[in-house]
């Protein structure tokens, strides 16, 4: 049968005091303490970039997104007046036709080969030369004239005002 290998005989240790053992016991709480501490910063450090980071991203899309509304918002009221214009000019060109002559116009061309309007405008909205003519029939010294008596964009949807383009 094998033999053991012999035990080496360790030198006798003093045992500490009870206390030194509680000196070792509030040095180990000390440096746990300090071990949290410093995991904890750590931790905080951490947390801080993270919500920094979604701060900044999320203050970005939002000015981001502002900016842009802002800068759409302008350029689409202007497009607007500039339709409100064209219709005024062509609804009064309507009413000076009627007033001159007696009768309604039947068509743009009517108000183009006349002088009342030297070209037909294009719709700001739509980018077209095609308006909507509203046919109707309007008294003028006791008799009833029919023909053109308005006209409106075909531009769908709703302007700014939250009324639609074909309501100007």
């Known amino acids: 049968m094998a033999s053991r290998p012999a035990r080496p005989v360790m030198p006798s240790v003093r045992r500490p005091a009870a206390k030194s053992k509680v000196k070792q016991i509030e040095l180990r709480c000390v440096l746990i303490d300090m071990s949290l501490m410093v995991i904890n910063q750590r931790r905080s450090a951490i947390t801080k970039y993270v919500f920094l980071g979604m701060a900044t991203a999320s203050l970005t899309f939002f000015t981001s997104l502002a900016l842009t509304y802002s800068l759409a918002h302008p350029?689409?009221?202007?497009?607007?007046?500039?339709?409100?214009?064209?219709?005024?000019?062509?609804?009064?060109?309507?009413?000076?036709?009627?007033?001159d002559r007696g009768e309604l116009p039947r068509s743009f061309d009517d108000l183009i080969q006349k002088g009342y309007l030297s070209e037909l405008p294009t719709d700001a909205i739509t980018g077209k030369r095609e308006w909507k003519i509203i046919e109707g029939e309007t008294e003028m010294e006791g008799k009833m004239i029919k023909g053109m008596v308005d006209v409106r964009s075909n531009a769908e949807g709703n302007g700014t005002n939250g009324r639609s383009y074909s309501e100007y």
């Open 75 to 99: 350029y689409r009221a202007a497009m607007e007046t500039v339709l409100r214009g064209d219709l005024l000019v062509m609804r009064r060109a309507i009413d000076q036709y009627l007033a």
